[in-house]
T-cell receptor, first 116, second 112 residues
């Protein structure tokens, strides 16, 4: 499809397990964002990439969270030693920086992580 | 912290205009006003954005006050499919480090 694709859509992990969430942005989109959305809350910013460079990771909640985008396209969000408070929907968004640099974001449908 | 204030919920009758207010009294001169919405179990969807002037597209109109301290999103003929959480966000341009910071939004219920 032409939109942002995320996988898996649903993931159940036991506490302490590592998980990896994948994001395929829209082809040609330079900017890529990860957000975390807890139940009943608005999305919270995690990290931002421009091409392969991670320019902002101020929202990552702990050093258990790690994101990469090695070739400037697909991105992976990795969570090590998952905890119950990591249960949330993880949203990926991409943007093509237009001439005005206002950059409308296109979001995927998210990966719902449940940690037991 | 989000820099906008929105009512937590609103109702609107189907076919009528939905007017969603947003206060952003601390907005800076280089910050844009963005509106996104999130239908249940989906990712947020871009609606419209503006800097100073009022804007209109196929989805909605955005009215920004002259002092830019508040704005209103107008859905001219609301349908049941417009039921969603609507987020008003202010941010600088992407090349200035701008990122979307979501607040709690307004939960709009369109009723038959």
């Amino acid at each position: 499809g032409a939109g942002v694709s995320q996988s898996p859509r649903y993931k159940v992990a036991k506490r302490g397990q590592d998980v990896a969430l994948r994001c395929d942005p829209i082809s040609g989109h330079v900017s890529l964002f990860w957000y975390q959305q807890a139940l009943g809350q608005g999305p919270e910013f995690l990290t931002y990439f421009q091409n392969e460079a991670q320019l902002d990771k101020s929202g990552l909640p702990s050093d258990r969270f790690f994101a990469e985008r090695p070739e400037g396209s697909v991105s992976t969000l990795k969570i090590q030693r998952t905890q119950q408070e990591d249960s949330a929907v993880y949203l990926c968004a991409s943007s093509f920086i237009d001439r005005g640099n206002t950059g409308e974001l296109f979001f995927g449908e998210g990966s719902r992580l449940t940690v037991l | 912290d989000a820099k906008t204030t929105q009512p937590p919920s609103m109702d609107c009758a189907e076919g009528r205009a939905a007017n969603l207010p947003c206060n952003h009294s601390t907005i800076s001169g280089n910050e844009y006003v963005y509106w996104y919405r999130q239908i249940h179990s989906q990712g947020p969807q871009y609606i419209i954005h503006g800097l100073k002037n009022n804007e209109t597209n196929e989805m909605a109109s955005l009215i920004i006050t002259e002092d830019r301290k508040s704005s209103t999103l107008i859905l001219p003929h609301a349908t049941l499919r417009d039921t969603a959480v609507y987020y008003c966000i202010v941010r600088v341009a992407l090349n200035q480090g701008g990122k979307l910071i979501f607040g709690q939004g307004t939960e709009l219920s369109v009723k038959p």
